[in-house]
T-cell receptor, first 114, second 110 residues
């Protein structure tokens, strides 16, 4: 596709459930990022992939959060035992190489944990 | 964690006026980028300025960078109602990830 695609656009889940959020980056972009944004705040860094490997996962809040990018393209953010505090918009971005280049963002997945 | 802090948090101006927002950050950086966000969803890249640059222009946008003060400013000239959005700065400290500030909410009144 022309841009970064995130699915689903909205997800409502019950506390304690497991969720997966998907990100399709721009074709050819080797760098992929996940961010989380709460209402009225800036995006908070979660994890950065360069190719298939997680180059920096220092932003993941705890071990309930995990992300994969097995073939260096599509990425999935996985959240186990969801809590109400996990409710936020989860944003994915990709760039040609990371850091010194423009990042293109998807429209995000709004996760609501009830 | 947030690296940058935008100032002001909110700004309301009349159409045609200029809007200036500032970003301060804490650590040394390789580059700084400005993004716009409408309605709390996807962010749109506006401009990237590298640490060895002092000023960049793109259309009605002017960005300055002062690395000695660890600050940057974004100027939007001749603002339009369509410029109403939240604006964020994001820094790369050489670790190849972008760390965002807290944002400025700009409202342009027609």
């Amino acid at each position: 596709g022309a841009g970064v695609s995130q699915t689903p656009s909205n997800k409502v889940t019950e506390k304690g459930k497991y969720v997966e959020l998907r990100c399709d980056p721009i074709s050819g972009h080797t760098a992929l990022y996940w961010y989380r944004q709460s209402l009225g705040q800036g995006p908070e860094f979660l994890i950065y992939f360069q190719g298939t490997g997680a180059a920096d996962d220092s932003g993941l809040p705890n071990d309930r959060f995990f992300a994969v990018r097995p073939e260096g393209s599509v990425s999935t953010l996985k959240i186990q035992r969801t809590e109400r505090g996990d409710s936020a918009v989860y944003l994915c971005a990709s760039s040609t190489q990371g850091g010194d280049t423009e990042a293109f963002f998807g429209q995000g997945t709004r996760l609501t944990v009830v | 964690s947030q690296q940058g802090e935008e100032d002001p948090q909110a700004l309301s101006i009349q159409e045609g006026e200029n809007a200036t927002m500032n970003c301060s950050y804490k650590t040394s950086i390789n580059n700084l980028q400005w993004y716009r966000q409408n309605s709390g969803r996807g962010l749109v890249h506006l401009i990237l300025i590298r640490s060895n640059e002092r000023e960049k222009h793109s259309g009605r946008l002017r960005v300055t960078l002062d690395t000695s003060k660890k600050s940057s400013s974004l100027l939007i000239t001749a603002s339009r109602a369509a410029d109403t959005a939240s604006y964020f700065c994001a820094t790369d400290d050489g670790t190849y990830k972008y760390i965002f500030g807290t944002g400025t909410r700009l409202k342009v009144l027609a």
